[in-house]
Each structure stands twice: as C-alpha cells, then as structure tokens.
C-alpha cells in the first residue's frame, strides 16, 4: 500500500513556473513507476508525464508539456516532483500523482497506476 501526498499547487501567471510534489508513504517507493495526470471539470484525466523506479533514463510526457514541464524523483526522500516551466492557461487543472507496480500494462494510461493522490489545484491567469 502506497499513500500519496501532492503539494506546491496554486496561482501563477501565464509564462510563470509551479513546482509540484508528491510525497509517499513506505519502504518501497524505489518499487514504482510514478506519473503524472491531470483534470479539468467535465473532462477525463489525461496524462502528463512519467518516471521509471530509477528515473534515470525512462522517463514520458504528454505532447502538450513537452519542453517545459520535467518529471523526477528522489528515492532516499520518497518524493517525485513535477517542474512546470513556460505555463499556460490551457495547464490549469487539478494535478494527480499516480503509483504503478512493476509490471503494468501503460506508462500514459490511468490503468497503469494502482495509487492516488488527492490531487493539487494549479491555476494559470492569462
């Protein structure tokens, strides 16, 4: 079982840098592959990006934050951290961390992941 904790959500202006968190509970967080999704009212959740258990050289974004948004991790602090560079208003939404088991079927699929966050808001003015 894995408890997941977004944090540094919030209100930035368009062009603007948000860095989100999301820290986990347990011994076997180096275990998962950790992403990214997020959502806006009266639509899906859509991924955003992914990291591998090592994160050193697997890692996946979504077209639209390609270049400007990076995903890592750090093992010894339980923590994966989303840095949202170049931010428009298209980005606002709810952002959700997600844990998958070694193992899954998708890095991009919400059916990849068996853990959830409660999710941060970020909001971006125009």
């Known amino acids: 079982q894995v408890h997941l904790v977004e944090s540094g959500g919030g209100l930035v202006q368009a062009g603007g840098s948000l860095r989100l968190s999301c820290a986990a509970s347990g011994r076997t967080f180096s275990t998962y592959r950790m992403g990214w999704f997020r959502q806006v009212p009266g639509k899906e959740r859509e991924f955003v990006a992914a990291i591998s258990r090592s994160g050193a050289r697997d890692t996946y974004y979504a077209d639209s934050v390609k270049g400007r948004f990076t995903i890592s991790r750090d093992n010894a602090k339980n923590t994966v951290y989303l840095q949202m560079n170049s931010l428009k208003p298209d980005d606002a939404a709810v952002y959700y961390c997600?844990?998958?088991?070694?193992?899954?079927?998708?890095?991009?699929?919400?059916?990849?992941?068996?853990?959830w966050g409660q999710g941060t808001q970020v909001t971006v003015s125009s």
């Open positions: 997600a844990a998958g088991r070694p193992g899954g079927s998708t890095w991009t699929g919400e059916v990849g992941y068996d853990y």
